[in-house]
C-alpha cells in the first residue's frame, strides 16, 4: 500500500482564499491511474482550510472556538474534498471520501477503524482523507493537520512507501540558495521557513517524514507540477525530489 500527501500548495491557488487548482488535481489523478498498488490519500487545507483556520484564529492545541470558525473551516475542507473526489472520478478513478472523524476520537486514532482503511483500498477503490477541523471533547475543537494523519496512518498501517507531494521540488537546504536535498538519512534537517499555514507548513512535514522515515519506510517529497515525478519515486524509478531513506 502506497500513503500520498496531497498538499493544500498543490490543490489549491494558496494566493487566492477558497480556490482550488483543478488542473494540477486533475494532471496527478490520471498520473495515478497508472499506479498498480492500493493508495491510500490524504489532502491539505491550502486556501480552503488555512483561510478560515486563520480568520478564526484556530490552530492545532484543542482549545474552546466560535462555532462559526468550526463551522467554516470543515464546511470548506468538506468542498474541497468533493472537488478532489470528482475530479478522480472523472480521471477514471473510484475515490472513498474518507472524513478522518471516520477513525479519529478526540486526537487519537482508533486503531481498529484504520486497520479496515488497506482491506478498502484493496478493492480498488482510493480512501480519500483530509485535514480538518475536530471535535476534541469538552467542549473543545482543534485543527488536524493533513501532515499528522500520514504520520499516524504510517504507523498503524506500515506503507510500503509515503509521497508529499507539494510545489516545490522537494526539501531545500534553505529558501535563498534553494539548493535541493536529494537524501536525508542521518540528522532532520533544519528548515528556516516562515509559514502561512495555522499547522506549520514544510516544517511539521519534515518532522513527520522524519519520524515516519525512522520506522524504516521510504519517505519521498516531489513537486506535483510534474506527476510524472510521483510515479517515478513510486516505481522506484529515477525521479526530482528529496528522500528521507527508510
Ligand atoms: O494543510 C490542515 O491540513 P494541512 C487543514 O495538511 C485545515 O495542514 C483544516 C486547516
Known amino acids: 500500500m502506497i500513503l500520498i500527501k496531497l498538499g493544500g500548495s498543490i490543490i489549491t491557488n494558496k494566493e487566492k482564499p477558497l480556490t482550488p487548482n483543478r488542473n494540477s488535481i486533475r494532471k496527478i489523478a490520471s498520473s495515478l491511474k497508472n499506479v ?30 466560535k462555532a462559526k470558525g468550526v463551522s467554516l473551516v470543515k464546511n470548506s475542507m468538506v468542498e474541497l474534498n468533493s472537488i478532489v473526489l470528482k475530479s478522480f472520478v472523472e480521471s477514471g478513478l473510484n475515490p472513498y471520501c474518507l ?23 484493496k478493492t480498488g477503490l482510493i480512501p480519500i482523507s483530509y485535514g480538518d477541523a475536530m471535535w476534541f471533547g469538552k467542549n473543545k475543537f482543534y485543527i488536524l493537520s493533513g501532515d499528522k494523519i500520514i504520520g ?37 534537517p533544519v528548515t528556516s521557513e516562515v509559514s502561512m499555514d495555522v499547522t ?47
Open 99 to 121: 472524513p478522518p472523524s471516520d477513525f479519529m476520537i478526540g486526537n487519537k486514532p482508533l486503531t481498529l477503524k484504520v486497520k479496515e482503511i488497506p482491506k478498502i483500498a
Open 36 to 65: 498498480k498498488e492500493p493508495l491510500v490519500i490524504v489532502h491539505g487545507g491550502g486556501s480552503f482550510g488555512h483561510y478560515w483556520s486563520v480568520k478564526y484564529d484556530m490552530h492545532t492545541k484543542p482549545q474552546r472556538h
Open 152 to 188: 499516524i496512518l504510517s504507523k498503524l498501517l506500515r506503507p510500503r512507501l509515503v509521497v508529499f507531494v507539494t510545489n516545490v521540488d522537494g526539501v531545500y537546504t534553505d529558501m535563498k540558495s534553494k539548493r535541493l536535498l536529494n537524501e536525508i538519512t542521518g540528522e532532520k
Open 200 to 246: 506549520g507548513g514544510m516544517s511539521r512535514k519534515i518532522k513527520e517524514a522524519f519520524s515516519i522515515s525512522k520506522t524504516g519506510i521510504d519517505v519521498f517529497f516531489v513537486n506535483g507540477n510534474f506527476p510524472k515525478r510521483i510515479t517515478n519515486a513510486i516505481n522506484g524509478k529515477s525521479f526530482e525530489g528529496t528522500i528521507f531513506r527508510g
